[in-house]
C-alpha cells in the first residue's frame, strides 16, 4: 500500500464549477501538506502549502487538512480553463528517519473545458 | 531571476550509454534533489543533498549517481544500469532540508533512450 494516495481522475468539469481534489495518506508522521500543480510538460510548483488542520484559502483556491481522518483536500472554486493542469499533493514528515523527504501523490489530471 | 534552470530541455540517448543531466540553482539554497516522473506514478526521489559534498539515495537510487562540487550545481548521471531510464527528471531545491522549507522545481528534462 502507498504511503500517500490520490485518484489520478482524469476530472473533466465546465468552467466555473467547484472542483475537489483529495488524497489519504496512512503515515501519521506527516505533518506538513502541500498541493503542487504542474501544467503539461513543466516542473511542478506550490500552491499552497500548510502544516495544521482545518482550513487554508488563497484565492479561489482551499485547502484542507483533517490529520484524524489523515485527509487533505484541495478545493477550487469558479475554475478556469487555465486551471487545467495536474495537481499533486505532496506531504513531509517532521521526525523519523525520512525526516525532510517529501512524499508525492500520484497526481490529479484536471481538465476545466469552457 | 532567481531559479532553477534544468538542461537540456530534450535529451535522446541510446542503451548503454550514460548521459548527465544539469541542475543550477541561484536561490543560494542548500538542498537539492532529484525526482523522477513517470506517468501515473507521481514523483519518485532518486537523490538528495543537504550540503555541498554530501548526498544521499532516495528511493530509487539504483543506476543512478550525483555529484554535489557546488551550492549551486547537483548533476546527475543516468548510467546504463539504469533498466528503465526514460522519463521525465525533475531537480528541485529549497532553504534547508529539514522543517517547513518548500521545494522549488525546475522545469524538468525529458530522456528518452532506445
Known amino acids: 500500500q502507498k504511503e500517500v494516495e490520490q485518484d489520478p481522475g482524469p476530472l473533466s468539469v465546465p468552467e466555473g464549477a467547484i472542483v475537489s481534489l483529495n488524497c489519504t495518506y496512512s503515515?501519521?508522521?506527516?505533518?506538513?501538506f502541500m498541493w503542487y500543480r504542474q501544467y503539461s510538460r513543466k516542473g511542478p510548483e506550490l500552491l499552497m502549502y500548510t502544516y495544521s488542520s482545518g482550513n487554508k484559502e488563497d484565492g479561489r483556491f482551499t485547502a484542507q487538512v483533517d490529520k484524524s481522518s489523515k485527509y487533505i483536500s484541495l478545493f477550487i472554486r469558479d475554475s478556469q480553463p487555465s486551471d487545467s493542469a495536474t495537481y499533486l499533493c505532496?506531504?513531509?514528515?517532521?521526525?523519523?528517519?525520512?525526516?525532510?523527504?517529501?512524499?508525492f501523490g500520484q497526481g490529479t489530471i484536471l481538465t476545466v473545458h469552457p | 531571476d532567481g531559479g532553477i534552470t534544468q538542461s537540456p530541455k530534450y535529451l535522446f540517448r541510446k542503451e548503454g550509454q550514460n548521459v548527465t543531466l544539469s541542475c543550477e540553482q541561484n536561490l543560494n539554497h542548500d538542498a537539492m534533489y532529484w525526482y523522477r516522473q513517470d506517468p501515473g506514478q507521481g514523483l519518485r526521489l532518486i537523490y538528495y543533498?543537504?550540503?555541498?559534498?554530501?548526498?544521499q539515495k532516495g528511493d530509487i537510487a539504483e543506476g543512478y549517481s550525483v555529484s554535489r562540487e557546488k551550492k549551486e550545481s547537483f548533476p546527475l548521471t543516468v548510467t546504463s544500469a539504469q533498466k528503465n531510464p526514460t522519463a521525465f527528471y525533475l531537480c528541485?531545491?529549497?532553504?534547508?532540508?529539514?522543517?517547513?522549507?518548500?521545494?522549488?522545481f525546475g522545469p524538468g528534462t525529458r530522456l528518452t533512450v532506445t
Open positions: 543533498s543537504q550540503i555541498v559534498n554530501d548526498f
Open positions: 503515515n501519521s508522521a506527516f505533518q506538513y
Open positions: 505532496a506531504m513531509k514528515r517532521w521526525r523519523g528517519t525520512s525526516y525532510g523527504k517529501l512524499t
Open positions: 528541485a531545491s529549497s532553504t534547508g532540508d529539514r522543517g517547513p522549507y518548500e521545494q522549488y
